[in-house]
């Protein structure tokens, strides 16, 4: 599935917690009215988990507001590609506006183990549900070549 990297700063020190380096990362390159603004900051891309079972793999994504129509899901050489395209539509005047609606792409590389042809997805309750399942370990065994 998609590899973690470790988060680590400019000096190579690693940083015990990433998002609040992110946060000072963002004060110290960003104007003081970008912050306030939330301007030049992507609340759209949906976060990810991902469990590995025995004979499957779980990928689970936020998508609250989001409809199952809203939603592509694609498989391109062994690449899983999640996106959306969600826009406001309405005249209303905001006093506060913090939901935010855009575009957002999450591409993973499937490990050889995922039988593709057996890929199934859920909606529910806000949160996409995928189900990669493996395939036999026949399948996976390895294979003595001889030569002629």
């Known amino acids: 599935m998609a590899t973690a990297t470790n988060c680590r700063t400019n000096r190579s020190r690693p940083v015990a917690f990433p998002h609040f380096g992110n946060i000072i990362n963002e004060l110290m390159n960003t104007s003081v009215g970008d912050v306030i ?7 759209t891309t949906p976060l990810i988990n991902v469990v590995e079972y025995d004979d ?3 990928l689970e994504m936020i998508a609250p507001g989001l ?3 809203d939603i592509n899901i694609s498989l391109d ?3 899983l590609t999640i996106s959306s395209e969600k826009k406001y539509e309405g005249q ?5 506006r913090e939901f935010k609606y855009g575009v957002f792409k999450r591409s993973f590389k499937l490990p050889a183990t995922v039988d593709t042809e057996k890929i199934s997805a859920a909606m529910e309750s806000g949160i996409l549900k995928l189900t ?3 395939k036999d370990k026949a399948v996976l065994a390895a294979k ?3 030569i002629k």
Do not use: A, E, G
Not at 37 to 43: A, L
Not at 92 to 96: D, E, I, L, M, W
């Open 67 to 69: 409809s199952k129509s």
């Open 132 to 134: 990669l399942s493996k």
């Open 56 to 58: 499957n793999y779980t």
């Open 144 to 146: 003595k070549i001889t």
């Open 37 to 43: 603004t939330h301007k030049n900051v992507d609340y």
């Open 77 to 79: 050489k062994n690449v």
């Open 92 to 96: 209303q005047k905001f006093k506060v």
